[in-house]
Nanobody, 113 residues
Framework: QVQLVESGGGLVQPGGSLRLSCAAS????????MEWHRQCPGKQREFVAR???????VYADSVKGRFTISRDNAKNTVYLQMNSLVPEDTAVYYCNMIPRASWGQGTQVTVSS
């Protein structure tokens, strides 16, 4: 069974940056499609970014040009570099894979001055 552990969240001012990490254990994920999702306060969980193949990426329109998803297969880790953060990015961020694993605890990102 795959376990996913997210980290790297925190409080950041508007315009700032954060890098989130997602460590996968129990199964090598190099052949898996990896995704980041987020759940903003009072809203349903939504798709943020996907990486598959060697380095093919897909992004939600709301983060395109500001966020970058990447992976380190040797470390079984996926990253989400978030730049130019805005208050609307405040959410709990989760990673997952396709086929789906159990959702982890997520990591809280708060963008506020």
């Amino acid at each position: 069974q795959v376990q996913l552990v997210e980290s790297g969240g925190g409080l950041v001012q508007p315009g700032g940056s954060l890098r989130l990490s997602c460590a996968a254990s129990g199964e090598r994920h190099s052949v898996s499609i990896m995704e980041w999702h987020r759940q903003c306060p009072g809203k349903q969980r939504e798709f943020v970014a996907r990486i598959f193949g060697a380095s093919t990426t897909v992004y939600a329109d709301s983060v395109k040009g500001r966020f970058t998803i990447s992976r380190d297969n040797a470390k079984n880790t996926v990253y989400l570099q978030m730049n130019s953060l805005v208050p609307e990015d405040t959410a709990v961020y989760y990673c997952n894979m396709i086929p789906r694993a159990s959702w982890g605890q997520g990591t809280q990102v708060t963008v506020s001055s």
